[in-house]
């Protein structure tokens, strides 16, 4: 059966949840240091039921998915841009690194202050995570394609459109696909970082709502949803690369049968 296949991911898990358990129950720990499995199991259950973890896993899921959009459509178009023309990535680069080396928790208060506490400063603090990494893998990305496949193109009188459609898009769309993985996982961690600092609502608030009643089972539930999250959206673009990507299998297995003949 293919459950087999995951065999030693389940046993992990099982050990991982037997050591947790011992500890919980035998290091004489309170419950609001470390409480058990158990203990943790009860909290989701309640806040599953009572529709707390939907309301505040709703207000994160928004905030993330507009932030990772809106990083990706100032990334992509930017870092083909600067990939093109040199002159623009000179002009552009002291800037974005300077961008990256403040941290973003320490860059959020001032955007907080700025745009309110609202949906907006939240959104834009996940799209500003997600669009360095994006912008990196898009320059080089195009960067890495063979001169010799756009002097091709240019032979056939191929217009910029066509270059971009035909060329640069597919050849450069592995790259970005692993540049999506990271930022999409990184979305998330923008989402918390604004909700910590000013929300009423979202899995940041409900963590630190829970940390300052010493509710660390509700912590743990919150951790556990923001994980969960991260894997669904890294799933989802993995299955967004397998379609995108679909084509390059059948290139290769059309070339391996031609080989073969």
Request: some cysteine; charged content about 15%.
């Amino acid at each position: 059966m293919r459950w087999h296949r995951f065999l030693p991911e389940i046993l992990a898990l099982g050990v991982g949840l037997l050591l947790w358990w011992g500890v919980a129950e035998w290091s004489g720990l309170p419950r609001f240091i470390l409480p058990s499995p158990v203990d943790v199991y009860h909290k989701a259950r309640y806040v599953i039921l009572s529709g707390l973890l939907w309301k505040h896993a709703w207000a994160t899921l928004v905030e993330v998915v507009l932030g990772l959009l809106l990083g990706l459509s100032v990334a992509l178009p930017l870092g083909y841009l600067m990939a093109r023309f040199w002159v623009l990535e000179r002009a552009l680069s002291p800037y974005l690194v300077a961008s990256q080396a403040m941290p973003v928790v320490a860059l959020a208060p001032l955007l907080i202050i700025w745009f309110g506490p609202g949906l907006f400063s939240k959104v834009l603090i996940c799209a500003l995570i997600v669009f360095f990494p994006m912008l990196i893998n898009t320059v080089v990305g195009i960067r890495n394609i063979p001169s010799e496949w756009r002097d091709l193109l240019r032979v056939l009188h191929a217009s910029w459109w066509q270059t971009l459609w035909y060329l640069e898009w597919p050849a450069a769309l592995p790259v970005l696909a692993g540049g999506l993985r990271i930022a999409a996982t990184l979305s998330v961690i923008g989402a918390v970082v604004g909700e910590f600092i000013a929300a009423d609502r979202g899995l940041g608030f409900l963590i630190n709502t829970a940390r300052g009643r010493y509710d660390t089972a509700l912590v743990f539930v919150a951790l556990g949803a923001l994980t969960l999250m991260a894997l669904s959206l890294y799933a989802a673009v993995r299955l967004l690369e397998a379609r995108l990507l679909a084509w390059q299998n059948h290139a290769l297995e059309g070339t391996r049968v031609h080989r073969g003949g």
